[in-house]
Structures are given as C-alpha cells and as structure tokens.
C-alpha cells in the first residue's frame, strides 16, 4: 500500500465470462485481452486486469494475480475465468499459494498485488482506479 510501485495496474470496466472455454487455454483468440491491453498500455500502465460476470477479479491480460493479506497469499480459483499458469500451479502446489474468490475490495484492502507468470515471475503491482 506504501511506497514507489514501478508498474501501475488498471482495472478493465469490460467483463469476461467464466463459462468461456477461452478463457481457460492458451488461445490466440483474445480480443477482449489484446484489445484492453493496448488502450491501457497506451496510458502507461503495465496491465489490465479483469473481472468476471459475478464481479470476482480473474486475471490480468498476460498474468496470474495474487494478493497479499494479512500474510497469506491468495488467487482466483480457476472457475473464475482465468488460465491456470504455470507458476500459479507451482505456488499452490508447493503451498504458498490459496485460492480464494476475489472482489475489488479485496484488492483495495491488500497488503500487496502481485502479478504472476512463468516468464516474469512474480511482479509487485499498485492498483490504479
């Protein structure tokens, strides 16, 4: 919540559908991923986040997301709409790493957001709404 954040992250106002089977692969069908990114890259954040039909928080446009409270860390389960990433299920299979539905208030009252995938690894993000 504190201190310099090099990589700003914002939240898309665009919904996707947890029942999309897109959603849960690797797929050059991402439109709504591409297309969001682009608009808010263009503004300077490093991603996007999205939200599913139920407003739970699914993922970002290239990345897993985790949240930090209280000391425990925590991600969208998979029925939410979301790929499951390669260094997701290596964090929640080693134990570091719950799944929890999670809404934006959830992430406004994180002690940390992260972004995740096995490329990048883990990134500290701030949430700019």
């Known amino acids: 919540k504190t201190g310099e954040f090099r990589y700003k992250i914002a939240l898309s106002n665009k919904r996707v559908n947890s029942n999309n089977i897109f959603l849960y692969h690797k797929t050059t069908n991402r439109e709504l991923y ?41 991600t969208p389960p998979i029925d939410a709409g979301l790929l499951n990433g390669v260094q997701r299920r290596y964090l929640i299979a080693s134990g570091k ?18 972004l995740i995938n096995s490329v990048r690894g883990l990134t500290p993000v701030k949430l700019s709404i």
């Open 34 to 74: 591409d297309g969001e990114y682009r608009k808010f890259a263009a503004l300077g954040f490093y991603d996007v986040l999205f939200r599913n039909e139920s407003d739970e928080i699914t993922e970002s446009s290239f990345n897993n997301i985790v949240v930090k409270i209280n000391g425990k860390l925590f």
């Open 97 to 114: 790493l719950i799944e929890k539905r999670l809404l934006l208030q959830d992430l406004l009252a994180a002690d940390e957001i992260f």
